[in-house]
């Protein structure tokens, strides 16, 4: 079969598919690029998702390009915005026109005679396979298993009478209306799921085995408003970025005072519907993701009493809802199963180095965005304590930084190696259920720079725009 050959070949049409095809255009502009996605329409997870409320869980000032600044007032936007947002960049900056849907990558090999990448891959709609061939290769598919979430077995599940809903599988027709709803889960997801279906549903239960730290905050941000009439879009986002960085910071180094902020602020909205049980976690803040309630729709939701919060955990399932381990019944006409992510890295896809196939688990990450061992394949790694986005724009940009090098002093592979001596950490550093149950199959962080992830955008920024390609670690011939 005859294969089709690029520059680069970028694989994702979502939020970091498209950085890494702006980067590579501005910065490579001699080059030629395609941009291939499985799904038939850009957006990656915000087209997949379709669940009621489905929005950003940061704001969009940072979780926007720096390249097109966010121009909405709401710095928290739905869905639909979002799609606007990828679809405007695509096409303002000539992205379209290199991006073909329905196809779906299985195996990339790496030869190092030719130094090149072989991509195989199958159309979705089955008119049979393509490979493509590029120097190199851009992995911007994401982090979860788009075919599947992560549903744990409960007992007696198929007693239940009514419908069980996944947020990944959201069917259009969904009907909660006038239902009472039990939604399992305390994460991000079952957090903007509850507001959002209480308006209809007759109740929502948020049902949780411990509780999660929640943050209001209004959906316009006065300040960065402001700040934005003044000085501009860059200005506002500057104000997410330091106020994000500020609280982050301080969360982690004073815990108890910042556990004690965020519950207090929950209890002030509450007032007498406030129960300490259900929103004091056993982890400090930033463990885990603080989940972001714009214009506190949770807390009104529960004020209401459209919607409330019980931690407990499931004995099993009964023909009208839930039994709990205190015993207690859950009544349900509705179970919506928002028990997280299956976590995939690379998108399930085989990695294969000279005949070797890569073991994820075995894999170091260097400066974020590329393999040990594994040349000219860049990955996408965003932060965890803050906006996706803004790393992903760092390591896209610095891997057109790294192959302009390259073509300057002639080299045909870069590859990062990996000291005997390293010692390893998780990727992630959060302990939440998705990332926990999946880090014994995920690549590991290393104990010292260039090998360590650093969770501050500043400290990336100037690193990655000054430091030097010859690190020690990255090899080039």
Same mark, same amino acid.
């Given at each position: 079969m005859q294969s089709e050959h690029y520059d680069a070949l970028i694989i994702g049409g979502g939020i970091s598919g498209l950085s890494a095809a702006y980067h590579f255009s501005t910065e490579c502009p001699s080059k030629t690029y395609k941009l291939i996605e499985r799904r038939d329409n850009m957006g990656g997870t915000w087209d997949l998702f379709n669940y009621p409320g489905i929005r950003s869980d940061s704001d969009m000032y940072t979780f926007g390009y720096s390249f097109k600044p966010w121009a909405d007032k709401e710095s928290i936007a739905k869905k639909e915005k979002i799609l606007d947002y990828l679809k405007e960049t695509a096409d303002e900056f000539d992205i379209r026109q290199h991006m073909e849907f329905g196809l779906q990558s299985q195996r990339c090999e790496w030869d190092s005679e030719t130094a090149l990448w072989t991509v195989h891959t199958n159309a979705t709609d089955g008119s049979g396979s393509r490979i493509f061939t590029c120097r190199f290769l851009f992995m911007c598919v994401g982090y979860y298993n788009y075919d599947a979430g992560y549903t744990p077995e409960f007992t007696d599940q198929d007693k239940f009478k009514g419908e069980i809903l996944h947020p990944q599988f959201w069917p259009e027709d969904a009907d909660y209306a006038d239902k009472n709803v039990v939604i399992i889960g305390s994460g991000a997801t079952a957090v903007t799921m509850v507001p959002s279906m209480a308006d209809k549903a007759e109740h929502v239960t948020m049902?949780?085995?411990?509780?999660?730290?929640?943050?209001?905050?209004?959906?316009?941000?006065?300040?960065?408003?402001?700040?934005?009439?003044?000085?501009?879009?860059?200005?506002?986002?500057?104000?997410?970025?330091?106020?994000?960085?500020?609280?982050?910071?301080?969360?982690?180094?004073?815990?108890?005072?910042?556990?004690?902020?965020?519950?207090?602020?929950?209890?002030?909205?509450?007032?007498?519907?406030?129960?300490?049980?259900?929103?004091?976690?056993?982890?400090?803040?930033?463990?885990?993701?603080?989940?972001?309630?714009?214009?506190?729709?949770?807390?009104?939701?529960?004020?209401?009493?459209?919607?409330? #919060?019980?931690?407990?955990?499931? &004995?099993?399932?009964? @023909?009208?809802?839930?039994? %709990?381990? !205190? $015993?207690?019944?859950?009544? *349900?006409?509705?179970?919506?199963?928002?028990?997280?992510?299956?976590?995939?890295?690379?998108?399930?896809?085989?990695?294969?180095?000279?005949?070797?196939?890569?073991?994820?688990?075995?894999?170091?990450?260097?400066?974020?965005?590329?393999?040990?061992?594994?040349?000219?394949?860049?990955?996408?790694?965003?932060?965890?304590?803050?906006?996706?986005?803004?790393?992903?724009?760092?390591?896209?940009?610095?891997?057109?930084?790294?192959?302009?090098?390259?073509?300057?002093?002639?080299?045909?592979?870069? #590859?990062?190696?990996?000291?005997? &001596?390293?010692?390893? @950490?998780?990727?992630?550093? %959060?302990? !939440? $259920?998705?990332?926990?149950? *999946?880090?014994?199959?995920?690549?590991?962080?290393?104990?010292?720079?260039?090998?360590?992830?650093?969770?501050?955008?500043?400290?990336?920024?100037?690193?990655?725009?000054?430091?030097?390609?010859?690190?020690?670690?990255?090899?080039?011939?």
């Open positions: 049902l949780q085995r411990s509780p999660t730290y929640m943050g209001s905050k209004p959906a316009e941000d006065p300040i960065a408003n402001r700040l934005g009439r003044w000085f501009g879009d860059w200005a506002a986002r500057w104000w997410f970025i330091l106020s994000s960085m500020f609280i982050y910071a301080y969360c982690q180094a004073f815990p108890d005072k910042a556990k004690k902020a965020i519950i207090a602020d929950i209890e002030k909205l509450l007032g007498d519907k406030f129960d300490a049980k259900h929103f004091t976690p056993d982890y400090d803040p930033w463990d885990q993701r603080v989940c972001l309630c714009p214009d506190a729709d949770f807390f009104q939701a529960m004020k209401a009493d459209k919607a409330s #919060v019980v931690t407990d955990h499931i &004995d099993r399932f009964t @023909e009208e809802g839930i039994l %709990l381990k !205190s $015993g207690d019944t859950l009544p *349900a006409d509705m179970i919506v199963t928002a028990t997280g992510l299956d976590m995939m890295f690379l998108g399930g896809m085989d990695v294969v180095v000279d005949g070797q196939t890569s073991d994820p688990a075995d894999v170091f990450v260097y400066k974020g965005f590329m393999c040990n061992d594994t040349p000219n394949m860049f990955i996408s790694v965003g932060y965890t304590n803050a906006s996706w986005t803004l790393k992903v724009d760092l390591t896209n940009k610095y891997a057109c930084r790294l192959i302009n090098h390259m073509d300057k002093k002639g080299h045909r592979m870069c #590859v990062p190696r990996v000291p005997a &001596d390293i010692q390893e @950490e998780p990727l992630l550093d %959060l302990n !939440s $259920g998705y990332i926990t149950r *999946a880090a014994h199959r995920l690549p590991k962080q290393g104990d010292r720079v260039p090998w360590k992830l650093y969770q501050n955008y500043i400290y990336d920024k100037f690193t990655l725009k000054f430091s030097s390609m010859h690190d020690g670690a990255m090899e080039f011939s």
